[in-house]
């Protein structure tokens, strides 16, 4: 049994991160991570790491992809509008195939927005939110062990497949104390990288580019991301289902929103309401088939998110063809309320007319 | 017997360069790719390249190097050097790159006294781009963003790169140097290696800014353009060593 | 005696060597080279000092300067 501790999961996460093995970060402060940085600064420096406290968070995406380059595992860590500053950094990530950890506590938007807990950027991380055609793998964990055990993992899928990895946390989830297992101390994997920048001895120097002005050249780059993409989508779809064998109705919720319905599961159910949730852990890929599957046979299915509906629309096009798609969110901030989950299943359970999107309470 | 005078540096590719005929990119390539084999630096170097006109000059200089996105090559450089600081790291940017969008990072690697070798090509314009106004565009300089010419009240004025960086206490070396004649490049040659020198024996953040030529966006020939650097662009940019430490 | 090498291939015609060589021994061919260029040669019969002014001031580093001895 490992180390059971109560932390700050910013914190946690950081000490995860860790003991995975990753010696660089590379961060700029903003709400609600500054745990997670402050917690870097003190503990990169005692495991002989480096840590920087960047310029901005242009810089630290930047300096992620210097290391990365150089062939050693990096990190950093945002928020909502400074993930929206790393964008470019993640395209130049995934064109040069450079693996990366890139943590976002999602917040309150758009704009400034606030720093109450929000799930709006699902849309900026599954659709690979720079320019061009890319795709960043997505983890979402629910829970602070979750998460705790998903780090190292994240970071081998980085380095497996050669690209950044998004890691989606909300500012509820990032904040909360919990009782967790620490991840066990592991060096980063000694791995063969042979296109890292090491210096030239003994072989032919590398580059690291994604400028190719020929096309041809340009599109062989698209098929062979598009290649490992079809390859990520057959093998590392994850999610996890809750009482969905029986359910009339489906809720599909990640993070802190599947908390919530895992409440409603738990209360409905104790009320004679069948009811279940399947849970996406990636959101990229996108558990499409299993959640298709475990929608046949019920009357409706449920979308809740802490926003206006981004994975809703997935969750719609996974379903297509299946029981009607409902959504229920809520934005700026503030948490979509059990009562209402519960309401609206019954709803949906007993035939009667619901909104297809309810955005209020 | 056969002594060799001068022969092509190996840490430069046996290719073509794509500048423009007279442009001091290739000039400064050269210039770096003798210091890589003069100081045996070639197989543990990383350079990173720009965005601009040298933004393929991973296909000149024969070493290890990467991209960087426009203005971030401070940054890319330090993610470099700090995975593994026994590397020889030079990082290569033009006007727009280091002193528009990249002002913060050049500001802040010096400023963090970052221990790589920032060499800065100056040529008053933006060249890839075909030819709009740089910062360090002269006042009155035609370009294709100031037709008129750069006007100081609605433009600003040329910025002085190497003495903004020399108010920062984590500048080592800053010198700014010209290749408009034998004895110049051999002068910017020599700041170079003080730079690299710096760089190996771990002492911090130094930047070599070169006032380079543009013949063909300043619609000169290359001799003309060489004159132009001389008589024109020192008048804003003097030459010489602006910062240096002694310890 | 000083051997002036030029890969006429790379040579853009800048003329930046012309203007160096202290004894004017450089100038541009009759013929073109791949890019469509007068490529720079060493006119013949023409005087090297071994200065190096020229290959200082080559952007295409096309230059190379050597010393043979006549005894081999």
Redesign the interface.
Same mark, same amino acid.
């Not at chain 1, 120097?205 to 400028?211: E, Q, Y």
């Not at chain 2, 940054?75 to 593994?84: E, F, L, Q, Y």
């Given at each position: 049994m490992g180390e059971r501790t109560l932390m700050n999961a910013n914190e946690a996460l950081a000490e995860a991160a860790i003991r995975a093995g990753c010696r660089?970060y590379?961060g700029y402060p903003i709400t609600p991570q500054n745990d997670m940085i402050g917690y870097m600064a003190k503990r990169m420096r005692e495991v002989g790491g480096?840590f920087?406290q960047?310029?901005?968070e242009?810089?630290?995406i930047?300096?992620?992809?210097?290391?990365?380059?150089? %062939?050693?595992r990096?990190m950093t860590s945002s928020s909502s509008p400074g993930i929206s500053l790393m964008q470019?950094?993640i395209s130049?990530l995934a064109g040069?195939e450079l693996p990366a950890l890139i943590v976002n506590v999602q917040r309150g938007g758009p704009g400034l927005g606030n720093v109450a807990p929000g799930q709006a950027d699902y849309f900026q991380a599954t659709r690979g939110g720079g320019h061009g055609d890319y795709r960043t793998i997505v983890i979402a964990p629910h829970t602070l062990q979750e998460g705790l055990d998903l780090v190292a993992p994240a970071f081998d899928l980085a380095d497996k497949y050669r690209m950044p990895v998004i890691y989606l946390l909300d500012g509820q989830l990032a904040q909360m104390l919990e009782l967790a297992e620490l991840p066990p101390f592991s060096q980063e994997p000694d791995q063969e990288k042979p296109w890292a920048?090491? %210096?030239?001895? %003994?072989r032919d120097?590398?580059?690291?580019?994604?400028?190719l002005l020929d096309p041809d050249v340009m599109e062989d780059l698209n098929l062979r991301l598009n290649a490992k993409y079809q390859a990520i989508c057959s093998t590392e779809k994850r999610w996890e289902e809750t009482e969905t064998a029986d359910a009339e109705v489906l809720t599909v919720a990640y993070g802190t929103a599947a908390r919530l319905c895992k409440e409603a599961v738990k209360l409905g159910r104790r009320q004679g309401l069948k009811l279940g949730l399947l849970r996406p852990i990636t959101l990229w890929p996108f558990p499409e088939e299993a959640l298709k599957k475990a929608a046949q046979g019920c009357k409706g299915v449920l979308a809740v998110e802490l926003s206006h509906g981004q994975m809703f629309e997935d969750v719609k096009l996974s379903v297509n063809g299946g029981p009607p798609v409902y959504f229920y969110g809520r934005a700026g901030g503030n948490l979509p309320l059990v009562s209402r989950i519960l309401g609206l299943s019954r709803a949906m359970a007993e035939g009667k007319p619901v909104p297809e999107r309810t955005i209020s309470d | 017997m056969t002594r060799t005078l001068y022969a092509r540096p190996a840490s430069l590719k046996p290719t073509a360069m794509h500048y423009c005929a007279g442009c001091g990119h290739g000039i400064v390539h050269r210039i770096i790719a003798e210091l890589l084999d003069e100081l045996s630096l070639?197989?543990?170097?990383?350079g990173?390249?720009p965005v601009g006109c040298a933004?393929?000059a991973?296909d000149y200089l024969?070493?290890?190097?990467?991209?960087?996105?426009h203005g971030?090559a401070p940054?890319?450089?330090?993610?470099?050097?700090?995975?593994?600081s026994d590397?020889f790291v030079f990082s290569y940017q033009g006007d727009g790159d280091l002193a528009s969008i990249g002002t913060?990072?050049i500001?802040?690697a010096a400023n963090?006294g970052e221990n790589v070798s920032f060499i800065f090509i100056n040529n008053a314009i933006y060249g890839m781009t075909m030819g709009q106004m740089a910062p360090t565009t002269l006042p009155g300089q035609k370009t294709a963003t100031t037709p008129c010419g750069r006007d100081t009240r609605l433009d600003g004025h040329p910025l002085r790169v190497c003495e903004l960086l020399a108010t920062l206490d984590g500048a080592y070396y800053l010198e700014r140097t010209t290749v408009t004649s034998p004895a110049a490049v051999r002068k910017t040659k020599s700041a170079i290696r003080k730079a690299f020198q710096a760089q190996l024996d771990g002492k911090g953040f130094t930047l070599i800014e070169v006032l380079s030529p543009c013949p063909n966006r300043w619609g000169m020939s290359p001799v003309d353009a060489l004159r132009f650097v001389d008589e024109e662009m020192t008048r804003y940019f003097p030459l010489g060593v602006c910062k240096e430490c002694k310890e | 005696m000083r051997l002036v090498k030029i890969t006429a291939e790379y040579c853009k015609g800048c003329g930046l060597c012309v203007w160096a060589c202290p004894k004017g021994s450089l100038g541009l061919s009759k013929e073109l080279n791949p890019l469509g260029i007068h490529p720079v040669q060493f006119k013949q019969g023409a005087e090297c000092t071994g200065c190096r002014n020229c290959a200082a001031m080559c952007p295409e580093a096309a230059i190379e300067i050597y010393e043979v001895n006549d005894d081999g």
């Open positions: 660089h590379y480096v920087i960047s310029e901005s242009l810089a630290a930047n300096m992620v992809f210097g290391t990365a380059a150089a %062939g050693k990096a470019e950094g130049y040069c920048l090491t %210096g030239c001895r %003994g120097p590398n580059m690291i580019r994604s400028l | 070639r197989e543990k170097t990383v990173v390249a933004v393929l991973y024969n070493c290890d190097i990467s991209e960087a996105a971030r940054a890319v450089a330090t993610g470099i050097k700090r995975a593994d590397k913060a990072e500001v802040h963090r | -």
